[in-house]
């Protein structure tokens, strides 16, 4: 396993969360890596990513309100979310943007009104 996933829970809107993901070695060697979310029915999307130590990207949707970091000396990817709406309901990953490593079990967020 080269991907483990935390941090999900159940919210209601307007509330945040702070999602976590610890990789491998491998997979923390990769040039850039972000946080994709899919919701039941739709396509997997990336939504956040982080290149080197500063470079970040997000969808449209959630900028402003999302915000990715990494931790090196842990491994650790992190995504703090806030002002959560409904449409954030999904199971979040962590994964590179190519090359990819195995897909983790991801972590469910569900924003409730």
């Known amino acids: 396993v080269e991907l483990v996933e935390s941090g999900g829970g159940s919210v209601q809107a307007g509330g945040s969360l702070t999602l976590s993901c610890v990789a491998s070695?491998?997979?923390?060697?990769?040039?850039?890596i972000g946080w994709y979310r899919q919701a039941p029915g739709k396509e997997r999307e990336l939504v956040a990513s982080i290149r080197g130590g500063t470079d970040t990207n997000y969808v449209d949707s959630v900028k402003g309100r999302f915000f990715i970091s990494r931790d090196d000396a842990k491994r650790t990817l992190r995504l703090q979310m806030n002002n959560l709406k409904l449409d954030d309901t999904a199971e979040y990953y962590c994964?590179?943007?190519?090359?990819?490593?195995?897909w983790g079990q991801g972590t469910q967020v569900t924003v409730s009104s």
């Open positions: 994964n590179g943007l190519g090359p990819y490593a195995a």
């Open positions: 070695v491998r997979v923390w060697g990769f040039r850039s």
